[in-house]
């Protein structure tokens, strides 16, 4: 192994067309006879002289092996860098790599990892995540709120046919079909099928779905309170007591988890369950005044004077991941409000719950372009606050709520900030 100074000018990845450029008066210190993913140079220049050389230069051969997993800043050199390579020799059409000799030199190594795809693939290197990213069609995005999936340590997995909670010794498919008579199917999700064409069906029917057909076929996101008060409890009855399912929950502390490939067709919402996403966020519900027996169950007072959420005993762990948390919903007092004609009063999500549904939210709309970063609104521009018509429902493409959807569905209730949400969205995605 050999090491020499040097500054890429430019360099190309196998088999694309995509070039790495280095910032001008930076030096990077980088170890040859890498056996990883190759990076080719095209030109570079030496340190010390700051005099570009070719690829026909006899230090630097095209082909020339260099590892940008291995770069690491050299100590000496980065303040007196030369920078004569920043000629007029770079190609105007590649102004973006002007762009990049701008920017630090930690940024655009970054960058141009990323641009480029150049990064080590070593057999048994480990491909870190950042947690969190969705997983849509096998693929990750960020959403820059922490998510769980269902393949993660304390995740939620949607995909196992057992119960979740049962005794371990219970909770096999053969023994809780037995126990638990809405229990019909082992799986509590299905398979987006309406409106493929036959050759479409068979390419998905086993599960692998493209991220274009997918974006095709998904254009609602619904949002519902689980009723359920903690994510633990609500993947509790929906996988364990009621063969539902949903892709997210989100926790009091803003914890989202996800508990299916969001391909897959999940049981939340009846009509909709072909076409949309689901979210089940952790909140006890809304009551019809006088009928809020729940509220002194799950909400105490403090000294503050501001409520706080207090998961009964009874239900065992709460799940919630962040230590010692402690939940207060984002208004003091329940808020009262219809909805399907009916006045309801709920205490409102927490703020940690809005700050990740945003996120969120703005995340599903940028991947699904037919999925519109907005939620029903009358002639006046003001939330619809019951069901929508069939032929509007079959219209809407964006955020909703399950009782836009159902007439016999509440959620998520008055207490539900939409334009807090989709105003929040809107903003990160500007
Ligand atoms: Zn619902």
Redesign the pocket.
């Given at each position: 192994m050999t090491r020499m100074s040097l500054m890429i000018v430019r360099g190309e990845c196998p088999g694309g067309s995509a070039i790495a450029v280095e910032p001008r008066g930076r030096n990077l210190e980088c170890e040859t006879d890498c056996s990883g993913r190759e990076l080719r140079l095209v030109e570079s220049a030496t340190a010390a002289s700051g005099r570009a050389a070719s690829p026909k230069d006899g230090s630097f051969r095209p082909g020339h092996a260099v590892c940008p997993g291995v770069w690491r800043r050299a100590k000496a050199g980065l303040a007196d860098a030369p920078t004569s390579v920043q000629d007029s020799r770079v190609p105007a059409t590649r102004k973006w790599s002007r762009l990049l000799q701008s920017v630090p030199v930690g940024v655009a190594v970054l960058l141009a990892v990323v641009l480029t795809g150049c990064t080590t693939t070593q057999p048994g290197a480990l491909l870190k995540r950042q947690g969190d990213e969705i997983i849509v069609a096998g693929q990750l995005f960020h959403t820059g709120t922490r998510v769980v999936t269902w393949m993660d340590p304390g995740g939620y997995d949607a995909y196992r046919v057992e119960r979740r909670f049962a005794a371990f010794d219970q909770s096999s498919w053969e023994t809780s079909k037995v126990a638990v008579a809405a229990l019909k199917t082992p799986n509590r999700y299905g398979l987006r099928q309406d409106n493929l064409t036959p050759q479409q069906l068979e390419s998905v029917r086993g599960g692998g779905w493209e991220l274009p057909l997918l974006r095709e076929k998904v254009d609602q996101f619904v949002l519902?309170?689980d009723a359920a008060g903690t994510s633990r409890q609500c993947f509790n009855v929906l996988h364990d007591h009621r063969c539902l399912s949903v892709h997210f929950m989100l926790d009091l502390d803003g914890t989202i988890y996800q508990t299916l490939d969001l391909k897959e067709r999940a049981w939340?919402?009846t009509t909709s369950n072909t076409r949309s996403i689901g979210i089940?966020i952790a909140n006890i519900g809304a009551f019809a005044p006088g009928q809020q027996r729940m509220f002194e169950e799950w909400y105490q007072r403090d000294d503050s004077g501001w409520p706080r959420v207090v998961v009964p005993t009874r239900l065992g762990p709460t799940g919630i991941r962040t230590p010692n948390f402690v939940a207060r919903p984002a208004r003091k007092d329940p808020v009262q409000g219809v909805v399907q004609g009916r006045t309801l009063q709920q205490y409102d999500f927490t703020p940690e719950q809005y700050a990740a549904l945003v996120k969120l939210t703005a995340t599903l709309c940028k991947v699904f372009p037919q999925l519109h970063c907005d939620y029903p609104r009358d002639a006046e521009g003001k939330l619809v606050t019951g069901k929508l018509p069939d032929a509007a429902l079959n219209q809407y493409q964006g955020v909703l709520g399950?009782f836009h959807i159902q007439s016999n569905?509440v959620?998520p209730g008055p207490a539900l900030q939409w334009e807090r949400v989709i105003g929040g969205a809107k903003k990160l995605l500007r």
């Open positions: 519902h309170f939340h919402a089940e399950h569905k959620d």
